[in-house]
């Protein structure tokens, strides 16, 4: 059974940092992708970050870019997502993400497996 577990949201003022953690179990299968979605209220799911299995390619939104960094742990199958000078437009819950078919994309559709997300909030 695949599991992904985020952690490491919370409360931080604007210009803070957080590292967000998705603890990985299960993925016995070859995973070619993972990467962190967002959903703020009323607004839409978006991308934030991905890169490919090995690593080599990572892909930001624009919004985030120079300011958040995904990154793994294999030892410890697990994915982060270091966030910093974080704005309060930055304020969503967090998805860990998972995808099994080659490329690196930016569409929610495009990945298999998700977490239950973890709330990150930025006050100003």
């Known amino acids: 059974q695949v599991q992904l577990v985020e952690s490491g949201g919370g409360l931080v003022q604007a210009g803070g940092s957080l590292r967000l953690s998705c603890a990985t179990s299960?993925?016995?299968?070859?995973?070619?992708?993972m990467g962190w979605f967002r959903q703020a209220p009323g607004k839409e799911r978006e991308f934030v970050a991905a890169f490919t299995r090995n690593s080599a390619n990572a892909r930001y939104a624009d919004s985030v870019k120079g300011r958040f960094t995904i990154s793994r742990d294999n030892a410890k199958n697990t994915v982060y997502l270091q966030m910093s000078s974080l704005k309060p437009e930055d304020t969503a819950v967090y998805y860990c993400?998972?995808?099994?078919?080659?490329?690196?994309?930016?569409?929610?559709?495009?990945?298999?497996?998700w977490g239950q997300g973890t709330q990150v909030t930025v006050a100003s």
């Open positions: 299960g993925l016995t299968f070859s995973v070619n992708g």
């Open positions: 993400v998972v995808r099994t078919s080659y490329g690196l994309t930016t569409r929610g559709a495009d990945y298999d497996y």
